[in-house]
Structures are given as structure tokens and as C-alpha cells.
């Protein structure tokens, strides 16, 4: 243990109430399927409210792929308890339509026919759109159907004073947060293939999604690639991962290097988008041609958030007033459970990230951005591989070694929650974790396999069998009247909205793109 982390653990000690007042709020998509299993074709369904308003029920790229969106509480209980309800009310409007359970996605049809979301005529609405069609452009829309839950964790802003008083730092109490925010950043880097590990779930995959591209995959069945020893194949290199941006890995040393790494890349003309252009026989084909369109195209594993205001960009709202909580993406949507993602998971996650923002971070050098990398990719493509080695300071050390150790140190952090919430249910959590760790049998992507075999059926056949079972348990449970109208009541709200945006909407949408573009390059840090 360092003795930074020693320090900020008693101190902690003393403290307990705050370890209370975390927040957490999650993300979790999913794509709409007919009752056989295909790619939904039709829009957005209007009972669900408008998808460029309605604040917990919106799509992500495609019209058919959903976002479900809850508010940041302090308890991950009820978090979760609002995302299930969501599910809830989403198979009310459905039809005899299905939520696809797992993250990779189900037998989709030719490129062309994967509808791009839609968010009707306002300048914001149109941007969003061809935001989308240049991802098309850039990186196939089959890609793009790829589903994921996204965790976002703050600790609680009364925090980081205490912190910086006991370690005297002549920092400012927002630089404080926003630095401390960066090094949690760089020690996940560090430790987040354990994190794949653990809660990977996508060993396998439709082979209509390679599209006939070059794969090292083995043929599972007819229909089905996988990995025998893979956890996380949607994050991979062949899946929800670019290329274009491989060279863009922003350096994680403090806050302001990063938004300057980030504003560089949505500046930077990249040669075979020029070619392109961002129109194509008159119709806008992509909102610029540089590396990245806007920063939300940066495909990272984990980000440095601050709440935006209307119309503010993301760098915008870290530059003017720092980091606020960090969002979490690498996370597989575990097919097993009904909303992707159990409060035992988000239990070790919160001692998982304290652990990451609490032990010290060295800045990441000498080659340590490549060794995350490698450790990252070793662990999607074959973390239960028996004796698997990862590389730790450039020495070889077992994947179970090296998981076992770190468990040990997340345990003091989960020791602490516990304390806090007078309870022991995430050292519970932990050792579900260290389970995973001494018998591989027990992670969900062992566990996608194994019922895959025992039933001997296809990636889609499993995933479609899951679909329905969770869908059963939605139907059967349908929401207290009042939970229910209080959902209706949010989809009419923001229908409202979007008309309302739409008619006040004034001005032309070449300037309106212009002027967004401008508004990332005039900030300095
Ligand atoms: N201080 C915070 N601590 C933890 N979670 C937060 C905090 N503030 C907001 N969140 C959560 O972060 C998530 C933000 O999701 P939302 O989709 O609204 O924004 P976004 O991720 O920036 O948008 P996009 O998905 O378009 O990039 C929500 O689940 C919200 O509850
Ligand atoms: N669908 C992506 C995330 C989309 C986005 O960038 O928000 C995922 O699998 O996590
Ligand atoms: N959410 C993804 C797909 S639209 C992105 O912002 O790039």
C-alpha cells in the first residue's frame, strides 16, 4: 500500500459520512429487435418522447439504438432501481418489439439499412444527425450498433478540500479536483483490464458483424466467431475501437493537456477525410473533416465530465470549471441480467474507482501508456487464458497474481465503504470478484460460453433466448400507476420541447455548424 493511499485511508476514517455521498448515474444502451431477432426498422417509437429531449430516454447512434439515461444518486441501489424502471415503462410502448440483452449486436442487415438516428429540424437536432452520418462515414455503421453500459462515479466535492489541506497542496481547490480526477484517470489506465476481466461479456459475436473483414476469431458454428479465452470482444480492435484515432491516446499528465490533446484532434484536418469533405452531391456527409468531428467521437475507455450548459461543449465546460465526475465506457452489458449491469457490480466499481482516484499515480512514462494498452488488449482477447502474463513496470506477472494483488488493496477501500454504509455488502462484492479470479469459469464471458454450448445454439439464439426471458420479467412486473404516468408525462414533456425548439429555431445550419466548430477553438486553457 502507498503511502499516500495509507494517508487518505485514516484520514477517510474520520470522515465516514462522505463515503456516503458519492453519486452514480448510468448509461445503458440497447438495441430494438423484431420478435425474430432483427434489427428494428422502425423510428423511434413516439411514446417514448422525443430522443433529442427527453432526458432518460434517447437513442445513441442508430434510431433503433436506444440510451437509457438515469439521474446521478447517491445510492447505486436506487440508480439501478430507475434503470430498471425505465426498462419497465420502454416495454409498455414497445409493441411486440424486444431490448437486445447483450452488447454485441444481433444479426443486423446491409450497411445502408442500419437507420442513423434522427432528432427532427432544429439546428441542434440536424448537427446531431450529421455528427452521425460522418461516424458512418468514418467507421461503418455496423460498428456503431455495438451496446454499452456507461458508469459515471463522483466523490463528493467536500471531499478534495480536506484532501488538499492535509497534503498542503498550493493548489486551488478546483485545480485539486480536476488533477485528482486525472490521476483516478491515469491509475485506471493502469488497472482497468481487471476491470474487463471481471464484467466482460462478449467472448462472442454474429459473424455477419465482421462483414467479411480479416478476424484471428474461430468459428464458434455457423453464425457464430468467438475467442475461447475472450472477455470483451466489443472492446477490441474489432470493436467498438478506431484506428483513425489509435495515434490520439491523450496524454493524462493533468487536465489541461488532455482538452489540449482533445481540441487538437477536433482541429486537425485528417487527409482521407479531407478527401471525402463534409458534403457529398450538396448533402452534409460529416460536420468537418478533422481527426475527430467533436470530442464526443473520442472513443476513450474512460472520461474527465463536467455537466455542460445549453449549447456549451464538452471542453468548453472542463476548461471553464474542471473536472465534475468521470464516465466509465469499456463496460460490457452482461446478457444475464435484466439491466445489463447488478448492484454487486456497482459495489466493487465505486471501491474500484476510490482505489484508482485515492492510491498515487505517478504521471504515465517510459513507455507505460503502451504497456496499459497491451495489458488492456491481452485481457479482451484472452484474459482466462491459463498462466496469462500481463507486462506490470516491464516485468511479466500472472493476470491472477497481479489481479489477486490488486483485490487486496481494493479490499481496504471496500473495508471503508462498508464502514460507511454499515453494511458488508461490498466486501461481499469484492469477494465475488476474487472468485472470478480462482476459477475463470465464473465470469460472465466464461458464462456466455458455457450456456451457448450447453445449449447448443448461435450468439444470436442465446442472445434473442435472454431478450425474451428479460422481457418476460418487465411485462410481468408493470409499473405503479403514478411510476407510469410520471414516464408518459416525461416523453409528452420533451415531444413539446423538441416542437418548441423547432419553431423558435431561426438561422441557418451551415452557420449554425460554424459557429460550433469556432466555439472549441477560441477557448484557451
Ligand atoms: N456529478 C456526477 N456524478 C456522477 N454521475 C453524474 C454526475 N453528473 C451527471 N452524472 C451522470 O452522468 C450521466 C450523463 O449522461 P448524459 O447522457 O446525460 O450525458 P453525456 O454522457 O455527457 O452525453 P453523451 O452520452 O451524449 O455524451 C447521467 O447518468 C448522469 O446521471
Ligand atoms: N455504443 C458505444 C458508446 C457510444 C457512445 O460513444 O456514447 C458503446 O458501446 O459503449
Ligand atoms: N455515442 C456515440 C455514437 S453516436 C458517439 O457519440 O460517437
Known amino acids: 500500500m502507498s503511502d499516500l ?79 430498471e424502471q425505465v426498462h419497465r ?63 459515471n462515479f463522483s466523490l463528493p466535492e467536500a471531499l478534495w478540500p480536506l484532501l488538499r489541506q492535509d497534503e498542503a497542496s498550493a493548489e486551488s481547490d478546483r485545480d485539486y479536483q ?35 473483414r480479416a478476424h484471428q476469431l474461430e468459428e464458434l458454428d455457423g453464425e457464430t466467431l468467438y475467442l475461447p479465452y475472450a472477455t470483451s470482444l466489443r472492446m477490441s480492435d474489432l470493436g467498438y ?21 482533445l481540441r487538437k484532434a477536433v482541429g486537425t484536418p485528417y487527409p482521407p477525410y479531407v478527401e471525402v469533405g463534409t458534403h457529398v452531391d450538396g448533402e452534409w456527409v460529416q460536420l468537418n473533416t478533422n481527426i475527430l468531428q467533436i470530442e464526443n467521437e473520442y472513443y476513450s475507455n474512460i472520461r474527465p465530465k463536467r455537466v455542460t450548459y445549453t449549447g456549451e461543449r464538452p471542453i468548453q465546460a472542463l476548461t471553464a470549471r474542471g473536472v465534475q465526475y468521470v464516465e466509465v465506457r469499456c463496460l460490457d452489458i452482461n446478457p444475464f441480467l435484466p439491466v445489463g449491469i447488478d448492484l454487486t457490480e456497482a459495489r466493487f466499481l465505486d471501491a474500484f474507482l476510490l482505489f484508482c482516484a485515492l492510491d498515487e499515480s505517478p504521471q504515465l512514462e517510459n513507455g507505460e501508456c503502451n504497456q496499459c494498452s497491451g495489458n488492456f488488449l491481452s485481457v479482451v482477447k484472452e484474459g482466462r487464458r491459463p498462466g496469462l502474463e500481463l507486462q506490470r513496470d516491464g516485468q511479466p506477472i500472472t493476470l491472477k497474481a497481479w489481479a489477486s494483488e490488486l483485490l487486496g488493496r481494493i479490499g481496504q477501500l471496500a473495508e471503508l465503504l462498508d464502514r460507511a454504509h454499515g453494511s458488508d455488502e461490498h466486501a461481499t462484492a469484492l469477494a465475488e470478484q476474487q472468485a472470478k479470479v480462482d476459477d475463470p469459469e465464473l465470469t460472465p464471458s466464461a458464462q456466455v460460453l458455457a450456456r451457448m454450448t450447453e445449449h447448443d445454439e448461435t450468439f444470436v439464439k442465446f442472445a434473442l433466448r ?45 452557420l449554425f455548424v460554424g459557429a460550433y466548430q469556432a466555439s472549441i477553438l477560441a477557448i484557451s486553457n
Open 5 to 83: 493511499l495509507n494517508r487518505r485511508l485514516s484520514l477517510l476514517g474520520n470522515h465516514l459520512p462522505l463515503l456516503k455521498q458519492c453519486l452514480h448515474g448510468i448509461e445503458r444502451e440497447c438495441l430494438r429487435v423484431t420478435a425474430e431477432g432483427r434489427l428494428a426498422q422502425t423510428p423511434h417509437p413516439e411514446a417514448l418522447g422525443s430522443a433529442l429531449t427527453n432526458e432518460q430516454i434517447t437513442t445513441d447512434y442508430s434510431e433503433s439504438l436506444l440510451e437509457f439515461i438515469t439521474p446521478a444518486l447517491a445510492d447505486p441501489a436506487e440508480v439501478l432501481d430507475n434503470l
Open 89 to 151: 415503462f420502454v416495454y409498455t410502448q414497445l409493441g411486440d418489439e424486444y431490448l437486445w440483452s447483450p452488447s454485441m449486436p444481433c444479426a443486423l442487415p446491409a450497411e445502408e439499412d442500419i437507420p442513423i438516428a434522427e432528432y427532427g429540424t432544429s439546428n441542434i437536432g440536424k448537427l446531431k444527425h450529421v455528427y452521425r452520418k460522418g461516424l458512418a462515414l468514418r467507421y461503418g455503421r455496423t460498428m456503431q450498433c455495438i451496446a454499452g453500459i456507461h458508469y
Open 178 to 212: 480536476s488533477a485528482a480526477y486525472i490521476a483516478l484517470i491515469r491509475n485506471f489506465r493502469r488497472y482497468s483490464w481487471l476491470l474487463m476481466y471481471l464484467f466482460g461479456a462478449s467472448p462472442a459475436l454474429d459473424k455477419g458483424f465482421l462483414r467479411g
Open 241 to 261: 475501437q478506431s484506428n483513425a484515432q489509435a495515434g490520439l491516446t491523450p496524454c493524462y499528465n493533468n487536465l489541461a493537456s488532455y482538452t489540449d490533446s
Open 466 to 510: 435472454q431478450s425474451q426471458l428479460h422481457a418476460d420479467n418487465f411485462r410481468q412486473q408493470p409499473l405503479p400507476a403514478e411510476r407510469q404516468q410520471a414516464f408518459e408525462t416525461l416523453a409528452r414533456d420533451s415531444l413539446a420541447e423538441q416542437s418548441r425548439l423547432e419553431q423558435q429555431e431561426v438561422g441557418d445550419f451551415d
